[in-house]
């Protein structure tokens, strides 16, 4: 599975949109971004998913660059709640769909 | 209704002591995972198994042995346990459908040996 680099913390003002980037520079044709979160002990939750084309459902939205090397997560208006652990994983379908997850992106919301 | 839950929650034991962390899914799911998140929070998978086959088996070391019953649950039974155990074990499960899948999370096992 490809590699992702993330910046490992951000801050977001609460009420604003927050843009977190991924880059996946070696990513292969048939590979998915995926973004994850984890919010203070719990287990990790699904956001978003894309292949190519820009995604997005009630959470969050995903653009993925025309070359698909790198990808942003943007939450519309970050809560308090949104305050996690935001992982982007590059992975192909293959046997038990492994997740790899890197260090991630702390994001702090402030009010 | 839980999708995805993991017994107990919390589990202090000894070293050298065997202990076993319990997973069960309510989602009709065919796949099933551990990962560990150590204390620099890196999640790392462990195992998976899919209709109660063996079909990831990420170098973890032989003391750890899962076992799944059928495939609404996948335990984890770990024999001798050592200080570097404590972590906190997430189980997981996914539909082996399709080109993509979400996979659901239970909210972990925090287990300490000391």
């Known amino acids: 599975d490809a590699k992702t680099t993330q910046p490992p913390s951000m801050d977001c003002a609460e009420g604003r949109a927050a843009n977190l980037p991924c880059n996946h520079s070696?990513?292969?044709?048939?590979?998915?971004v995926y973004w994850y979160r984890q919010i203070h002990s719990q287990g990790p939750q699904y956001i978003i998913h894309?292949?190519?084309n820009n995604e997005t459902n009630e959470m969050a939205s995903l653009i993925i660059t025309e070359d698909r090397k790198s990808s942003t997560l943007i939450l519309p208006h970050a809560t308090l709640r949104d305050t996690a652990v935001y992982y982007c994983?590059?992975?192909?379908?293959?046997?038990?769909?492994?997740?790899?997850f890197g260090g991630g992106t702390r994001v702090l919301v402030k009010p | 209704d839980t999708a995805v839950s993991q017994t107990p929650k919390y589990l202090v034991t000894q070293m050298g002591n065997d202990k076993s962390i319990k997973c069960e899914q309510n989602?009709?799911?065919?796949?099933m995972y551990w990962y560990k998140q150590d204390s620099k929070k890196f999640l790392k998978i462990m195992f998976s198994?899919?209709?109660?086959?063996?079909?990831i088996n990420e170098t973890v070391p032989n003391r750890f042995s899962p076992k799944s019953p059928d495939k609404a649950h996948l335990n984890l039974h770990i024999n001798s346990l050592e200080l570097g155990d404590s972590a906190v074990y997430f189980c997981a499960s996914s539909q082996e459908a399709g080109a993509w899948t979400e996979a659901f999370f239970g909210q972990g096992t925090r287990l300490t040996v000391v």
């Open positions: 894309g292949l190519k």
């Open positions: 070696t990513i292969s044709g048939n590979e998915y």
């Open positions: 989602l009709g799911h065919d796949t």
């Open positions: 198994y899919n209709n109660k086959e063996l079909i």
């Open positions: 994983i590059v992975s192909k379908k293959a046997a038990g769909n492994k997740l790899t």
